[in-house]
């Protein structure tokens, strides 16, 4: 092959690993993955219609992989409790006639991330190609959500047990306030198991009424549930973190300090501990924000955070 062939293919090769936005392809074959009879399934497929950026790359032999590193706007997300992987699509190329498989992956927090794809017949992934979709017999494979007499519920013991006027969390959208429905023992003992310490009475308290709730605008603020709430060390204490400030610091537990000042701020070691109040004076004033907030449009949310 001449240099001027070798060249030209590095060319192509480089402009098809990362672009602005999905192929007509790689929408089809979306849309034919994703339950057409639930209304998730188009908050899902606005991720790839109108993303940020796209980055695909080869995987193996006969493998390719794109993946959706963030995404645009917040409300495009969806309540999903864990990482969720979509049946397989089987589809034939109507350039060459190869069958390939496609399957999708959907991050925890909602994130359509990945739509990889493998040739059946282990020869080299096409870097263009066409799938031929008549109807996809795929069932609905996306989880059932919390309904919205559950969703009330929650609410308004978490609205009760932090002093909150309902009124505030009843007025926010889905898209704006994620919240998890209570823990179940299972879920406290495995996270006591995975931190090697037993969990604050209040914290406990806390997720059983409410496992952790998200804000979303623009950075995601979150109030973490059994599954994200982790331990860190200052000055020789052990804290544990509930919300992340980012490049301000955490919001952290300590598990020895009374219920009045358990709830602290760390900026790190040279910083020290700054004490905020109880764990209920934290989930109230977090709550409290969405009074001042609206759902964001063309705010980034970083899929992988």
Request: proline content about 5%; overall charge neutral.
């Amino acid at each position: 092959m001449s240099r001027r062939h070798v060249l030209r293919d590095w060319l192509h090769l480089r402009r098809w690993k990362r672009g602005t936005r999905c192929t007509g392809a790689e929408i089809r074959v979306l849309e034919a993955l994703l339950p057409g009879d639930d209304y998730r399934a188009r908050q899902l497929l606005m991720q790839a219609k109108d993303p940020p950026e796209v980055r695909r790359q080869l995987v193996g032999v006969d493998g390719y992989r794109l993946t959706i590193p963030h995404v645009k706007d917040g409300a495009y997300c969806i309540d999903l409790e864990r990482d969720l992987d979509s049946p397989l699509l089987h589809v034939r190329d109507s350039m060459t006639g190869r069958k390939l498989t496609f399957a999708a992956r959907i991050l925890r927090g909602g994130f359509l991330y990945e739509l990889a794809g493998t040739a059946e017949d282990g020869q080299a992934w096409p870097l263009a190609w066409h799938p031929m979709i008549t109807k996809s017999s795929i069932v609905n494979w996306l989880p059932q959500g919390m309904d919205a007499t559950t969703r009330l519920r929650v609410m308004e013991e978490l609205a009760t047990w932090c002093d909150i006027d309902i009124g505030i969390l009843r007025s926010s959208h889905e898209g704006l306030l994620r919240i998890s429905g209570p823990a179940s023992s299972n879920d406290i003992s495995m996270t006591e198991r995975r931190l090697g310490v037993g969990l604050p009475a209040a914290y406990r308290h806390f997720v059983e009424i409410c496992d952790g709730f998200e804000i979303l605008y623009g950075r995601p603020y979150v109030v973490c549930g059994t599954r994200d709430v982790y331990s860190t060390q200052v000055q020789g204490m052990r804290f544990l973190v509930i919300t992340e400030l980012y490049e301000n610091g955490v919001v952290a537990i300590d598990p020895a300090a009374g219920p009045g000042r358990a709830v602290v701020l760390l900026r790190g070691e040279a910083a020290g501990v700054e004490v905020i109040g109880s764990l209920r004076e934290h989930v109230r004033d977090s709550l409290g924000w969405l009074k001042d907030v609206a759902v964001p449009k063309g705010k980034g949310t970083d899929a992988t955070s």
